[in-house]
């Protein structure tokens, strides 16, 4: 036998091989996929009729200025699980910066020692009622806050315009936003 048919029968014993095996993995994978859906009626319906937990709604928890105290932390997580919900994200929030806006009163600075013994009552309180409780990473708002001052805060969209005609090379200044277009 030749090098050259040597070569060819280990080549096609190495495609062989490699062909079963992946043929293998395939069936492998679908036979996970089967039994990792095997639900039966019963089972869904009664899914259906109580959710588990992980199947819930979630509520952005608004903290709005850090005004919270331990009796309404309680009270909004009993209204919540008794409402169905699933569990809730604290959002802590400044109160907004707007002219025409009320300023909510200010409660414990964000990570403060009030606010973390605030927090601390509000994940006790959460996991004797069974929801689960997850956090913005960040207090403010648009994300102001004490990390972010209001000049470095989100911005909105402005523009403005200029037509020139073409073909031709222009040096020419874009124009500032209209007040109508800030």
């Not at 913005?136 to 990390?147: L, T």
Request: glycine share 6%; proline share 5%; with cysteine.
């Amino acid at each position: 036998m030749s090098n050259s048919a040597i070569f060819k029968s280990v080549l096609l014993k190495i495609i062989i091989i490699a062909l079963s095996l992946l043929i293998d993995s395939c069936i492998i994978d679908r036979n996970i996929y089967r039994t990792k859906f095997n639900t039966s009626y019963s089972e869904l319906l009664q899914d259906f009729k109580s959710p588990p937990n992980n199947a819930k709604i979630r509520a952005y928890w608004w903290w709005l200025n850090s005004n919270v105290n331990k009796d309404c932390i309680t009270k909004d997580l009993e209204a919540m699980k008794n409402n169905g919900y699933g569990g809730a994200m604290i959002f802590d929030a400044g109160s907004s910066a707007y002219d025409v806006a009320h300023k909510t009163e200010a409660g414990p600075a964000f990570l403060s020692k009030e606010w973390l013994k605030l927090f601390g009552h509000a994940v006790k309180e959460a996991e004797r009622l069974g929801l689960e409780l997850s956090i913005n990473v960040q207090s403010g708002w648009n994300p102001g806050g004490p990390s972010v001052t209001p000049e470095l805060a989100l911005k909105k969209i402005s523009w403005s315009e200029l037509t020139i005609s073409g073909p031709a090379t222009v040096d020419v200044e874009l124009p500032a936003p209209s007040e109508e277009n800030k």
